[in-house]
């Protein structure tokens, strides 16, 4: 469990601290303005993960029996379009941001995404003596370059039968702390399978039902060493909670299964910078600003997926593609019994 956890936390921390140097440092334009850029430089990414974390909750619409169990090892990953790589900032937008070339308006890089070349602005500010003033700063670059397409995500899952057509899903990642990062993640779900209910159900040659998860990602980003605003318990939290609502189909052949189905993901994710932070306005003046600002993403996004499972006594091998606004492929390691 904790290899799993720490898989999924390389690409939260990745994803966390690639913004937070360059975005405490836009302080300096005012807390507006930071927070308009974190928001729409964040997006992208909370989006991806939000939907990369929902594939793989199930693998059959057939439930398991009464006192039937699986416990599964699951990889997942979303693809990145070019267009989740940039955004349009529009300084106009802003109150003290401007960009060093002539333009009002162009595309910089989002946590997905790199500047190539980099991208600078001039931001402005008072000095008591000296009146406006402004400094050049670079903006952030993201996470990957063109050659990074992809969100992933893992995590273990277990799942139990409870008779009259119902099973219960639950996923897991204890409280994992590594450097300056911590990561915890659970989720639940439940599966009814509808044809369950229906006369001879043995006999049909597929199995129909519904399945409703809720998955939780808590993340924590310790940047008082790194930031560079002198101040105290400087952080960057993620809270992201998302929804899905499946209807599924599947075959029921004894080895080789064809799943898929129409789901439907909602999702939000909220980023807060907390701590003190004192901004220095020229040489002789500073101001304190606690707790500057939360930022958050939102996702409603039809979902179909399609699927393949194999199995061989009681272990099971699946692998499926999802189609939404984040394409998502996964693949699951599964040990079952019934």
């Known amino acids: 469990m904790k290899n799993i956890g720490l898989f999924l936390l ?8 690639e913004a937070q140097n360059d975005i405490d440092v836009l302080l300096t334009a005012g807390v507006e303005d930071a927070e308009r850029f974190a928001n729409d430089f964040l997006a992208p990414g909370t989006n991806g993960l939000m939907h990369s974390m929902n594939a793989n909750w199930f693998n059959s619409a057939k439930v398991k029996p009464l006192g039937g169990f699986e416990i599964s090892i699951i990889a997942n990953a979303a693809l990145v379009k070019d267009e989740d790589k940039n955004f349009i900032l529009n300084t106009s937008e802003y109150n003290n941001v401007r960009f060093v070339q002539s333009s009002s308006s162009q595309s910089v890089a989002s946590v997905l995404g790199e500047n190539n070349p980099s991208i600078f602005v001039e931001v402005e500010y008072d000095d008591p003596i000296f009146g ?4 050049e700063l670079e903006l952030p670059q993201g996470i990957g370059d063109a050659s990074s397409n992809l969100l992933p995500t ?5 799942a139990v039968g409870l008779g009259s057509g119902l099973e219960i899903k639950a996923r897991y990642i204890p409280e994992i702390e590594t450097d300056n990062v911590s990561l915890s993640m659970y989720g639940a779900g439940l599966q009814l399978e509808f044809t369950k209910w229906l006369p001879a159900d043995k006999i049909w040659p597929v199995a129909l039902s519904g399945l409703v998860a809720y998955n939780h990602v808590n993340g924590s980003y310790d940047i008082t060493e790194s930031s560079e605003i002198e101040g105290e318990n400087q952080k960057l939290k993620n ?4 929804w899905l609502f499946q209807l599924i189909a599947s075959t029921k052949m004894p080895v ?3 799943y898929g189905g129409i789901g439907y ?3 939000t994710s909220e980023s807060d910078l907390i701590g003190s932070y004192r901004v220095t306005d020229g040489l002789l003046t500073s101001e304190t600003i606690e707790d500057p600002f939360s930022v958050s993403s939102e996702i409603t996004a039809l979902r179909g997926t399609i699927g393949t499972k194999l199995k061989l006594g009681f272990f099971r091998l699946n692998a499926e593609y999802n189609i939404s606004e984040f394409d998502t492929f996964s693949v699951g390691i599964n040990f079952g019994f019934r």
């Open 256 to 258: 080789i299964n064809f």
């Open 265 to 267: 993901i909602s999702g």
């Open 10 to 17: 390389l690409f939260l921390s990745s994803l966390i601290s």
């Open 239 to 242: 809270d992201t909670n998302t």
């Open 132 to 135: 406006s003033q402004t400094v």
């Open 154 to 158: 893992a995590t273990l899952q277990g």
